[in-house]
C-alpha cells in the first residue's frame, strides 16, 4: 500500500471537515448577526432638527420617567447655543477623539481592555460620544457584551446618518447632570441657576466633570473637591486647545475655588423641568 495515498486521503478528509466547520460558523454567524440587530430602531428620524420625541430616563430611586428630546422641552439647547468652553470641555471629558473616529475609538477600546486585564475587572469604559448617546436613547443600561454589540452598530450608524454637531447636540440634551436634571439646558439652571449659554469657562468646566457620575463619583454636593480637581485638569486642556487663553484660565481656576452651587436666580420658562416627568 502506497503510504503516501494514505496521507493524502487524510489530508482531504482533514480539509472537508475544516470546509464544513468554516460554512456551519459562517451560517451560523449570519443567523446570530440577523438575530442580534433585527430589531435596533431606524434612527433616520434624527436628522430632523425640529422633531421631539421621547425616551425614559432613571431618577436616583430607580423609577422611569418619560423625557422630552427635542425643541419642545423647553430646556432644550441648540448646539449654537452651547458655549464654546462647554462643547470642547466635554468633548475633552468624554471623548477627546470625537471629530476623528468613525464612531469607535479603537485605539481606547485596546488600551481599556489593557487596562482592565491588569486590573482584573471592568474599570475603563472606552466609549465614544456616539456610543453613549445611542445607549441614552435606545438601549438599556445592562452591561451584557449583546448590549454593547448593538451600541457600537448604532455608533456607527449615527456617524454615517448624522453630523457631528447633530450627534453633539443630541449627546448634550439628554446626559445626565443632578436628580432627574437631563441635557445641559436643565443642568446650567440647577446648578447655576442661569441658561446655559450665560455659563462662565469654570461653570462650563463643572458640567463637564460631573458627566461620568453626578449620583456618586462626581456628585458636586457630597464631593465637591473632586468635582473642582477634575474642572481644573478639563480647563487645563482647554487651554491645550487653545479655547482658553492663559489669563482666561487664571480667571476661571480662581472662580472654582469659590464656586457653589446657588439658589436659582432666574425665571424658570413656562414649562419647568420637572412638569417633563410623569410624578
Excluded at 468554516?22 to 440577523?34: H, M, R, S
Excluded at 436616583?60 to 458655549?83: A, C, D, L, M, R
Excluded at 448624522?162 to 443632578?178: C, F, H, Q, T
Excluded at 462626581?218 to 485638569?233: G, H, I, K, L, S
Amino acid at each position: 500500500m502506497n503510504p503516501f495515498k494514505k496521507i493524502s486521503g487524510k489530508i482531504r478528509l482533514l480539509i472537508k471537515l475544516t470546509l464544513w466547520l468554516l460554512l456551519i460558523l459562517t451560517i451560523g454567524g449570519a443567523i446570530f448577526t440577523a438575530w442580534l440587530f433585527h430589531d435596533l430602531p431606524d434612527i433616520a428620524f434624527l436628522k430632523n432638527r425640529d422633531t421631539t420625541f421621547t425616551i425614559d430616563v432613571r431618577d436616583w430611586q430607580g423609577e422611569t420617567h418619560p423625557f422630552q428630546v427635542g425643541p419642545e422641552n423647553p430646556y432644550w439647547t441648540s448646539i449654537e447655543k452651547v458655549p464654546v468652553e462647554l462643547k470642547w470641555a466635554v468633548i475633552a471629558a468624554e471623548d477627546a477623539s470625537f471629530y476623528l473616529h468613525k464612531g469607535v475609538d479603537f485605539v481606547a477600546i485596546r488600551e481599556a481592555l489593557i487596562y482592565d486585564l491588569k486590573q482584573k475587572r471592568l474599570a475603563r469604559g472606552a466609549s465614544t460620544i456616539p456610543q453613549q448617546l445611542a445607549k441614552n436613547l435606545f438601549l438599556s443600561r445592562d452591561k451584557s457584551i449583546l448590549r454593547k454589540l448593538r451600541e457600537l452598530v448604532l455608533a456607527v450608524r449615527m456617524e454615517k446618518l448624522l453630523s457631528k454637531d447633530r450627534i453633539l447636540e443630541l449627546y448634550l440634551n439628554v446626559v445626565e447632570l443632578g436628580p432627574l436634571v437631563y441635557g445641559v439646558g436643565d443642568g446650567a439652571r440647577y446648578h447655576f441657576g442661569r441658561p446655559v449659554e450665560l455659563l462662565t469657562p469654570a461653570q462650563s468646566a463643572i458640567l463637564a466633570a460631573i458627566l461620568p457620575g453626578p449620583r456618586v463619583a462626581f456628585n458636586p454636593e457630597t464631593r465637591p473637591e473632586r468635582v473642582r480637581q477634575r474642572a481644573a485638569r478639563l480647563l487645563g486642556l482647554l487651554g491645550v486647545r487653545d479655547v482658553l487663553n492663559d489669563e482666561e484660565i487664571d480667571v476661571a481656576l480662581t472662580e472654582l475655588e469659590h464656586l457653589g452651587r446657588p439658589p436659582l436666580e432666574l425665571a424658570p420658562p413656562e414649562e419647568p423641568a420637572f412638569d417633563l416627568f410623569e410624578q
